[in-house]
């Protein structure tokens, strides 16, 4: 029982077409506990509350049995590229 | 009108499930439980009762959950006033527990209010105490112990 790791992001691909998606099962392969991370143009313009709104309203069915879900990232795409950039070490050449 | 009601009583006895204490738990879990206006009222005040209001699993001395416990930290952290604080302990209430839930549209506990506003989870906490807007709005509401003149 429980909730696999493909159905979280298969809900999160369907309702929030992210551009990057992932999910982290940290239960211990039970399905009750997640890390996501998620990047769409959905989350554009809007608060980080309402974004987790958004991916919370996703997961919905699944929440129903997921103990614990933990949003590390929830981001739009020009937020993704800025970490990516700032993260990436420089080149040394 | 009240033998309208009179009527849906009975009928409401009539059709209910005999009470099977195993599976009634398991029921309620499953259930989309509409929020009686009796326990919104009653999250109504609990959320009034004091400007910083965190509902969480177990106490803030002993947090029931690591994400409870985390929400705990920042808000020590972040110095909020315990006389400004006040938590309610989800666990020793399944009605609160389902409840909040639906009031505030959130799934996960912990929930954090502050003067009366839902600000969110763990997650959002985190992020907020991260880059600095956690901080400005408990300082914005005047909620956290004010800094000593000084001497350490």
């Known amino acids: 029982m429980g909730v696999t790791k493909e159905q979280v992001e298969s809900s999160l691909t369907s309702k929030l077409k992210p551009l990057h998606v992932e999910v982290i099962d940290t239960s211990g392969g039970c399905g009750a506990s997640f890390v996501v991370e998620i990047v769409s143009e959905q989350f554009e313009g809007k608060r980080l509350l309402e974004r987790h709104r958004l991916v919370n309203a996703a997961l919905e069915e699944e929440m129903k049995q997921i103990h614990a879900l933990s949003i590390k990232k929830a981001i739009t795409p020009e937020q993704w590229k800025q970490q990516q950039e700032s993260a990436e070490p420089k080149s040394e050449a | 009108m ?21 599976l ?24 009034a009762s004091a400007p910083v209001v965190l509902f969480m699993k177990g106490t803030p001395e002993t947090p029931q959950c690591g994400f409870s416990r985390a ?26 527990r389902q409840g909040i839930k639906e009031y505030s549209e959130w799934p996960t506990i912990p929930q ?22 956690l901080a400005k709005l408990l300082e914005e509401k005047d909620v956290v112990v004010p800094a000593e003149g000084g001497d350490a």
């Open chain 2, 24 to 47: 009634s738990s398991r029921f309620s879990v499953l259930q989309t439980r509409l929020l009686s206006s009796e326990t919104r009222q009653a999250i109504d005040k609990a959320v």
């Open chain 2, 2 to 22: 009240s033998s309208r009601t009179a009527v849906s009583a009975v009928f409401r006895s009539a059709l209910r499930p005999r009470h099977n204490p195993l």
């Open chain 2, 71 to 96: 929400s705990i930290q920042i808000l020590g952290l972040q110095g909020v006033n315990p006389q400004k604080f006040t938590a309610f302990n989800v666990l020793e209430d399944e009605e609160l």
């Open chain 2, 112 to 133: 954090l209010y502050v003067d009366n506003e839902f600000v969110g989870g763990t997650d959002i906490m985190m992020s907020m105490h991260q880059d600095g807007s």
